[in-house]
């Protein structure tokens, strides 16, 4: 039976300990490396816990969900700030134009090297 992958936002990884959540916040939210999350959450051989942790597919999916949820969190606050910089009047032309090209990236209206993105020119032709 072959492997499906996930489609949509990703689902809360089953319930972790107080340590392995210490340790996912550590890692994600505090950016520590897995050794010193590992001491963070309170593992007394943090080397060997770290390892363990990095290769528990739990642990990974925590990761990945608090991760998301982050980025999700944030997204309108750097929307909010490309816009007050394309709004700018005061900015320079080149931190506006920056700024547009970003935002026009994130909304998947154009790809990296500054053409229209495929999806945009898919979507203006249905």
Same mark, same amino acid.
């Given at each position: 039976?072959?492997?499906?992958?996930?489609?949509?936002?990703?689902?809360?990884?089953?319930?972790?300990?107080?340590?392995?959540?210490?340790? *996912?916040?550590? $890692?994600?939210?505090?950016?520590?490396?897995?050794?010193?999350? /590992?001491? @963070?959450?309170?593992?007394? %051989? #943090?080397?060997?816990?770290?390892?363990?942790?990095?290769?528990?597919?739990?642990?990974?999916?925590?990761?990945?969900?608090?991760?998301?949820?982050?980025?999700?969190?944030?997204?309108? *606050?750097?929307? $909010?700030?490309?816009?007050?910089?394309?709004?700018?009047?005061? /900015?320079? @032309?080149?931190?506006?134009? %920056? #700024?547009?090209?970003?935002?026009?990236?994130?909304?998947?209206?154009?790809?990296?090297?500054?053409?229209?993105?495929?999806?945009?020119?898919?979507?203006?032709?249905?």
């Amino acid at each position: 039976m072959p492997v499906r992958k996930q489609v949509g936002p990703p689902r809360m990884p089953l319930p972790l300990t107080a340590m392995q959540a210490t340790y *996912v916040h550590a $890692r994600v939210v505090r950016g520590l490396a897995p050794t010193q999350a /590992a001491e @963070a959450a309170g593992y007394s %051989s #943090a080397k060997v816990n770290a390892w363990q942790l990095e290769h528990n597919p739990t642990i990974h999916a925590a990761i990945r969900f608090e991760t998301i949820r982050i980025i999700e969190n944030n997204a309108n *606050v750097a929307l $909010r700030c490309l816009a007050s910089v394309m709004e700018d009047t005061d /900015a320079p @032309a080149s931190a506006r134009v %920056s #700024a547009a090209k970003t935002w026009l990236q994130a909304s998947n209206l154009l790809d990296r090297r500054g053409g229209r993105s495929r999806t945009r020119a898919r979507i203006s032709r249905s």
